[in-house]
């Protein structure tokens, strides 16, 4: 009964480096989301998808790309690292169910510094 | 635009007293809301959800949340705080999607870090 599972769950990167956040879902969810954590700031959206082969900007989706090349997976990429990208990194999926909106899962998190 | 606000950045409370945290939203329409805690390193764990009917809504761990939606408000409270209540609580608000729309995400407050003495 994994749910949502995110990898790496710490990671360090130089500036200028690239990475990729896999997120994993086996909910058979349609929707998952990157969000970013922040201190003060709450939780703000990167991208999502509404379903497989199909991605969306969020409200700050600047510096990463996302892919969604199998339902249960949703990359989130940095092709170079800036340190105004350290944060905490959130995947979510939820599905959407006759006419009516469920909640969101959520991953454990990746906590991602920039040096 | 959608917006969450929750006005208190930290709440202290003492072990067995009551609790309110606040939550005021603003949205074209009808919203769904949820609640979230987040113990400190771990994810997301989603405490109550309101999506239609009454408007008093329970959660998980002995927690409540009351739907006003002449104040745009769904405040979170508990009669009796245990200090394992401490973490930080996340209010956030669900667009509702229309059909063939891609409107569906979630917008989050910045959060309340909750700490209890015992």
């Known amino acids: 009964n994994a749910g949502v599972t995110q990898t790496p769950k710490f990671r360090v990167l130089k500036t200028g480096q690239s990475m990729t956040l896999l997120c994993a879902q086996d909910?058979?969810?349609?929707?998952m989301y990157w969000y970013r954590q922040d201190p003060g700031m709450g939780l703000r959206l990167i991208h999502y998808?509404?379903?497989?082969?199909?991605?969306a900007k969020g409200e700050v989706p600047d510096g990463y790309n996302v892919s969604r090349l199998k339902k249960q997976n949703f990359l989130l990429g940095l092709e170079s690292a800036a340190p105004s990208q350290t944060s905490v990194y959130f995947c979510?999926?939820?599905?959407?169910?006759?006419?009516?909106?469920?909640?969101?899962?959520f991953g454990q998190g990746t906590r991602l510094t920039v040096v | 635009a959608q917006s969450v606000t929750q006005p208190d950045i930290h709440i202290t409370v003492s072990e067995g007293a009551s609790l309110e945290l606040r939550c005021n939203y603003s949205?074209?329409?009808?919203?769904?809301l949820f609640w979230y805690v987040q113990s400190p390193g771990q994810g997301l764990q989603l405490l109550l959800k309101?999506?239609?009917?009454?408007?008093l809504v329970q959660g998980i761990k002995g927690f409540e949340a009351e739907f006003k939606r002449s104040q745009s408000s769904f405040n979170l409270r508990k009669p009796s705080v245990h200090w394992s209540d401490a973490a930080e609580y996340f209010c956030?608000?669900?667009?509702?999607?229309?059909?063939?729309?891609?409107?569906?995400?979630?917008?989050f407050g910045r959060g309340t870090q909750l700490t209890v003495w015992p």
């Open positions: 979510a999926s939820s599905f959407y169910a006759g006419g009516a909106d469920t909640e969101a899962f």
């Open positions: 909910m058979n969810h349609e929707y």
């Open positions: 998808s509404v379903g497989e082969g199909t991605t």
């Open positions: 949205y074209g329409a009808t919203p769904y």
């Open positions: 309101y999506f239609s009917g009454d408007t």
């Open positions: 956030a608000v669900g667009a509702r999607r229309d059909r063939g729309s891609t409107l569906g995400r979630l917008y």
